[in-house]
């Protein structure tokens, strides 16, 4: 099985990178579980409604593309599932380049 390289946004105050990544991953076509302090959030792809972490079964959380994970005003890891089917990997890219791309408005100050 593949394992896949991590895509890290950076920190931003207020919820800043958790909004970076809810806008990558939605405009990528992906879907994202609802928020829960300490616990992962569910990443999958197509329009769904995804519960909190805790609420999902096993089944559910292994059944997700990937996870992401933060906290408040720190940086938000997503990383995709290394059992993620091959056909969503490249569905990926745009959210990986978001990242890339992101700096927060503090840090040119």
């Given at each position: 099985?593949a394992?896949h390289?991590t895509i890290?946004f950076?920190?931003?105050?207020?919820?800043g990178?958790?909004?970076?990544?809810?806008?990558a991953l939605?405009?990528?076509?992906?879907?994202?579980g609802?928020?829960?302090?300490h616990?992962p959030r569910c990443?999958?792809?197509?329009?769904?409604t995804?519960?909190?972490?805790?609420?999902?079964?096993r089944?559910?959380?292994a059944?997700c593309?990937?996870?992401?994970?933060?906290?408040?005003?720190g940086?938000v890891?997503v990383?995709?599932?290394?059992d993620?089917?091959?056909?969503i990997?490249?569905l990926?890219?745009?959210v990986?380049?978001?990242a890339?791309?992101?700096q927060?408005?503090?840090?040119s100050?």
């Amino acid at each position: 099985m593949a394992i896949h390289p991590t895509i890290l946004f950076p920190a931003a105050p207020g919820f800043g990178a958790w909004i970076a990544v809810e806008a990558a991953l939605k405009a990528a076509g992906f879907s994202i579980g609802a928020m829960k302090a300490h616990r992962p959030r569910c990443i999958l792809h197509g329009a769904v409604t995804i519960a909190k972490w805790h609420n999902l079964t096993r089944e559910e959380q292994a059944a997700c593309h990937g996870q992401a994970w933060g906290c408040r005003d720190g940086s938000v890891t997503v990383m995709i599932h290394a059992d993620c089917p091959a056909a969503i990997v490249p569905l990926f890219e745009p959210v990986r380049l978001a990242a890339a791309r992101a700096q927060p408005e503090w840090a040119s100050e």
